[in-house]
């Protein structure tokens, strides 16, 4: 019982050891290694100020601005430290109210335009920063007419800033909001 109960608090602080302490230092080490820029968040600057990251989006409301997904992360959404879904079930009244709100006001934006999934519904983490294509197609006539563009350059600059499937194969093909929208600040900003 004696050699048993040694063995066990061995094995316990051994795994903790390894697992716990070596093992996150092996693996920090190579991702500051191989993806520095990533492992440190993937921050995105503007004249020379960090004002956010590739990683976690951003709530933009202003109407010539490129609006991302929905957030429930958090009180107010977008919030890293909170990040989570809803959990709400597809049945939940609250949810059907919030997605039946959010149709309204999009509907009213864009009337003869079908409406992408992905502007009405949040994401799982809540943090996504990207929207698909078909949602920045969506915006282009309310963002265009807000910055006094033509719709046909600002659908050349949003393609510019639709990254494809990685490997072809992988993911979805997507926007960056905020880069989209950093982009636009500085080619045509808003007087």
Known sequence: MKRNLLISIWMTLATTALL????PLVVTGLAQVFYPHRANGDLIEYRGQPVGSRLIGQPFTAPWYFHPRPSAAGPAGYDPTQSQGSNLAPSNKALLDR????????QAENPNAPIPIDLVTESASGLDPDISPASAEFQ????????????TDLRAVVQRHTQQRQ???????????LELNLDLDEIHAVH
């Open 20 to 23: 716990g302490i070596i093992y």
């Open 99 to 106: 997605v039946s709100a959010s149709v309204q006001t999009l």
């Open 140 to 151: 282009i006539p309310r963002v265009a007419k807000e910055r006094k563009m033509t719709e």
């Open 167 to 177: 490997f072809g194969i992988l993911g979805e093909p997507r926007v960056n909001v």
